[in-house]
């Protein structure tokens, strides 16, 4: 294979075949009922061509330990299939944060906001996060540096609304769909704003929170933490913030004790990954501290920023973001994957 070295931003495109190629194999399952095979074809998808990238890449943040994912483990290094061990040497270190279907219900259920994402930097240039929730809060750029996680809503909500010279009344925020934000809800109901409940997808909802014209200004509450770290890097990307904080407290998650592990086990466990202070507010820079990051993103299902993978005679069509840190290109890629042989009309 005829692999040369490639720059960041070279790279970056490589990235976005990798999300490409996870969305159209989750798409293709849309609707289906099973969330699980439609994540399955997204993993291995994303792994096959990710494979193939001019890289020693090695995931960070994937599908769970190795010894209960296949692929896309913790751990795992690919990339440069086919080198010579001469010109692999030569390759970028990548770390490497994968979410091969965000919203693998919302795939399964042909809802909106399903994608494909990846993020990469260099080597610790992205938070190995644990697999448990994490409470946050995500702006755009007009708003960063007047949250705080830990201010009452209605002060954060002000302050967004005063940076966004607008009323309280005319924000939009995004919340998780579940028991766990009743306060959260309540607060933001009583200080005035308008919610947008979504029953999946809060790494989607960041994203455009964090884009002007999308009426979404702020995501608030308890979702995945490795999903938190990917928002991070797209947030270095477009300028927005994340604040956040682990939560593995039942009470907080609004769930019986014998459902989540003992707090202490917790505790031990986030030692042991060099996490000391379990209640540390992390900030966009603590979760993505890279200087050269890469975010990729593919709408599987259609959604606010991207749409979804259209399937047609000829081909399909794809709809992906793509960004980097260094070259400050935000690139929205619409792609159209031609199968048809010399005969496929493309159309605008
Ligand atoms: C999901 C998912 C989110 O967090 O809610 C998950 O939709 C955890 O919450 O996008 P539940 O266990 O209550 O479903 C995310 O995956 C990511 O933060």
């Known amino acids: 294979m005829g692999h040369e070295l490639k720059t960041e931003r070279e790279l970056s495109l490589d990235f976005l075949r990798v999300c490409e ?6 798409a293709r399952t849309m609707g289906q009922g099973d969330r699980k095979y439609s994540d399955q074809v ?5 792994r096959e061509v990710m494979d193939t990238v001019p890289m020693r890449g090695r995931i960070v943040i994937g599908e769970g330990e190795r010894d209960e994912a296949p692929m896309l483990y913790i ?4 990339g440069g299939r086919g080198a010579s061990d001469d010109l692999r040497a030569e390759f ?3 770390d490497i944060a994968v979410d091969p279907l965000e919203g693998t219900n919302l795939c399964a259920l042909g809802a909106n906001n399903a994608i494909a994402v990846l993020a990469a930097a260099e080597r610790g240039g992205l938070l190995n996060a644990p697999d448990i929730y994490m409470d946050k809060i995500v702006v755009g750029p007009s708003s960063r540096g007047v949250i705080d996680i830990d201010a009452p809503v209605r002060d954060n909500l002000k302050n967004i609304a005063r940076r966004l010279g607008r009323d309280i009344e005319d924000l939009t925020v995004i919340v998780l769909d579940r028991s766990r934000h009743k306060k959260l809800i309540n607060e933001v109901r009583e200080a005035g704003a308008r919610i947008r409940l979504i029953s999946d997808g809060d790494l ?4 455009s929170a964090a884009v002007a014209g999308t009426n979404i200004h702020a995501l608030m509450g308890i979702g995945g933490a490795p999903e938190g770290v990917l ?6 990307c477009l300028n927005g913030e994340i604040q956040a904080r682990l939560i593995f407290d039942p ?5 019986d004790k014998d459902k989540v592990p003992e707090q202490e086990e917790v505790i031990a466990r986030l030692k042991e990954m060099g996490i000391n202070d379990p209640n540390k507010i992390y900030d966009t820079d603590d979760l993505a501290p890279g200087k050269k990051i890469i975010f990729a993103a593919t709408g599987v299902t259609d959604g606010a920023l991207l749409r979804g993978v259209r399937f047609f005679g000829s081909g ?11 070259s400050k290109h935000i690139r929205f890629v619409d792609t159209v994957h031609v199968e048809g042989g010399p005969d496929a009309v493309i159309r605008f």
């Open 42 to 46: 997204a993993v291995e998808a994303m």
């Open 231 to 236: 928002t991070a890097a797209a947030m270095k």
């Open 92 to 94: 970028p270190e990548v």
């Open 204 to 207: 989607s909802a960041g994203i």
């Open 251 to 255: 009470e907080r998650l609004g769930v």
């Open 75 to 78: 751990g795992e290094e690919l």
């Open 21 to 26: 190629a996870a969305a159209i194999a989750a």
């Open 316 to 326: 399909k069509r794809t709809h992906s973001l793509v960004m980097t840190t260094e």
